[in-house]
């Protein structure tokens, strides 16, 4: 008890040793290497960097691998928040306003808790961070544009495609008995030729479909192959008699 009244004594009456456990807690006083301000707030700026570097990774690769999508902005500011405050507390030689003339006041009207000093805020504000990004999770997705405005957008678009290939249609629609006109042009004036050309031309029309029916085609081979077999039947029944 009395070494540790004695290294309490002797932190809060040097002032460099005093600024630096109000900014980083009772973790300063391992820091055995440090003498001045600039050594305590290089030293904590150094322990709190991985923090920060290593939440913005990890964002920024679940955001690449299509994870945490909802409220990625918002994840994005609150991080930067938390590390300005963090950056102008520990700078400063003077407590943070918002500590002194905000959330100490209210404690002391409110609770018995005794004052919040700058480390204190900081592990404060790192805790609501990660209640941010839990109320994040849980809000984002909720906000979402819902499922029926995209399925009208959906349903625009294939308003859309179903107008375009109707035009197309009748272009080509057009195109076609353009064509045929320019074919049946030789018998314009004869039109027994006409009729006649127009009916085998429909036929063949009728016959190309057929056949190129996947179907149609797979029937036709199973009727060709039973009557190669049966040919090959007969051929043998024939030997069989003839010998």
């Keep these: ?31 055995k290497r440090c003498t001045t301000r600039s050594d305590y707030i290089l030293a904590g700026i150094t322990r709190s960097a991985p923090l920060y570097i290593g939440s913005t990774i990890f964002m920024v690769a679940y955001g690449f691998l299509g994870y945490l999508q909802s409220g990625q902005y918002w994840r994005y500011v609150t991080v930067a928040a938390i590390m300005v405050f963090e950056m102008y507390t520990v700078t400063r030689p003077f407590h943070p306003p918002i500590l002194t003339y905000f959330i100490n006041p209210i404690l002391r009207r409110v609770t018995p808790h005794h004052p919040y000093l700058p480390f204190q805020a900081l592990s404060l504000a790192r805790k609501v961070s990660l209640s941010i990004f839990i109320a994040i999770n849980q809000l984002a997705p909720q906000y979402k544009p819902q499922a029926g405005a995209a399925g009208s957008k959906n349903d625009a678009a294939a308003n859309e495609q179903i107008d375009r290939l109707t035009h197309l249609g009748r272009a080509l629609d057009a195109e076609t008995k353009r064509l045929l006109a320019l074919e049946m042009s030789p018998f314009r004036d004869d ?20 056949r190129n029916d996947a179907g149609v085609s797979a029937a036709i081979k199973q009727a060709i192959q039973r009557r190669s077999q049966g040919s090959e039947e007969d051929v043998v029944e024939v030997t069989g008699n003839s010998r």
């Design 1 to 31: 008890m009395y070494i540790n009244i004695k290294l309490a004594r002797e932190t809060l009456l040097d002032p460099v040793k005093r600024f630096a456990y109000d900014r980083f807690g009772p973790s300063m006083l391992e820091w």
């Design 191 to 210: 039109h027994q030729m006409e009729g006649r050309a127009r009916d085998q031309l429909k036929a063949w029309l009728v016959r190309n479909e057929i």
